[in-house]
């Protein structure tokens, strides 16, 4: 009993001794108490939004398989029908492509037509004031008007027409 009492006396001393030994561990079992927490709400939320991937990644596949029937023909469906469906994707995309041509050509041919028609304009306008200045004298003329027939003469008759060219498409 005594070799007993003496080996929980000893025992006790021993702890004692290890007890001084060690730092105290409040502070810093908390500490790591806190950052388990901490990464265990981590770990929580990654796994909560592995999940929600998941459902988005299954939703998504659901959509496509959805839709991918009206792309590919069944699979019982025979080639000829395949064949058949590319074919008319193609035709569709060169109706288009003439649709598009036609409409150029058309607004292409209406813009020559409106240059045709301000040119015949134009070209009626100087013959009609050619007209006008030969029918009447020189001497009857304002003095402006003399002006406007020398400056006229000394440009020529080109010059004449495209000044009266110019100013015939600014009012269009």
């Avoid at 030994?21 to 409040?26: G, I, K, N």
């Avoid at 901490?38 to 990654?46: E, M, N, R, V």
């Avoid at 008319?88 to 598009?100: A, D, F, T």
């Amino acid at each position: 009993m005594q070799k007993l009492h003496e080996a929980d006396l000893e025992l006790q001393r021993k702890r004692e001794y290890i007890e001084e030994l060690e730092p105290p561990a409040d502070g810093s079992t908390r500490r790591i108490e806190e950052l388990q927490d901490s990464l265990q709400k981590k770990d929580a939320d990654l796994r909560a939004m592995e999940e929600r991937y998941r459902r988005y990644v299954d939703k998504a596949r659901t959509v496509i398989q959805t839709l991918e029937p009206k792309q590919r023909p069944p699979r019982g469906a025979p080639p000829e029908l395949h064949t058949l469906r590319t074919q008319l994707r193609e035709r569709e995309v060169r109706i288009r492509h003439l649709e598009m041509d036609f409409e150029k050509n058309r607004s292409q041919r209406e813009q020559e037509e409106k240059l045709l028609i301000s040119a015949w304009y134009n070209m009626g306008m100087a013959l009609q004031q050619r007209a006008g200045e030969e029918r009447a004298p020189a001497h009857a003329q304002s003095f402006l008007a003399q002006q406007r027939l020398a400056t006229n003469a000394r440009r020529g008759p080109l010059g004449r027409l495209t000044s009266l060219n110019m100013r015939s498409t600014d009012k269009h």
